[in-house]
């Protein structure tokens, strides 16, 4: 298996999203930074050159080889925002049935802007994920 491209950089969260120059998506962007470290209470890193994340786990694949991951973070990309939750859809099932107009990736939940989406029920995954992955 090849080397993981995306790792925790030591770049500013803050100048990468006051970079954003969509209004909304700014917006949005420094909005999240807000409800993922209220609800985490880590701070921000920039894994890679786009991706937030809060916190860190050693993450174990099947063959046994481990590599360290973010549980929790997004990213405010052009198309939409990209939220990382490292929990199955199956898991958060009731949460997500209750979330508001998303679409769901294999890694990730598709939402194009917070006013979109239930802020209580992202607040209770960001909580959960992190609460299972890090305790």
Do not use: C, Q, V, W
């Given at each position: 298996m090849s080397e993981l491209k995306t790792k925790a950089t030591n770049a500013s969260v803050e100048d990468?999203?006051?970079?954003?120059?969509?209004?909304?998506?700014?917006?949005?962007?420094?909005?999240l930074l807000e409800i993922f470290k209220e609800e985490t209470g880590m701070d921000a890193v920039l894994w890679g050159p786009s991706i937030?994340?809060?916190?860190?786990?050693?993450?174990?694949?099947?063959?046994?080889k481990t590599m360290t991951w973010f549980p929790v973070g997004y990213s405010p990309r052009k198309a939409s925002i990209s939220l990382y939750l490292?929990?199955?859809?199956?898991?958060?099932?009731?949460e997500l049935d209750n979330f508001g107009k998303h679409k769901r990736g294999k890694g990730c939940i598709y939402v194009n802007k917070l006013v979109d989406i239930d802020e209580s029920v992202l607040r209770k995954m960001i909580r959960e994920t992190y609460q299972k992955l890090v305790g």
């Open positions: 990468f999203l006051n970079a954003i120059e969509h209004p909304t998506r700014k917006a949005d962007g420094l909005k937030i994340g809060f916190g860190s786990y050693d993450y174990k694949y099947p063959n046994g490292m929990r199955s859809h199956e898991e958060m099932k009731d």
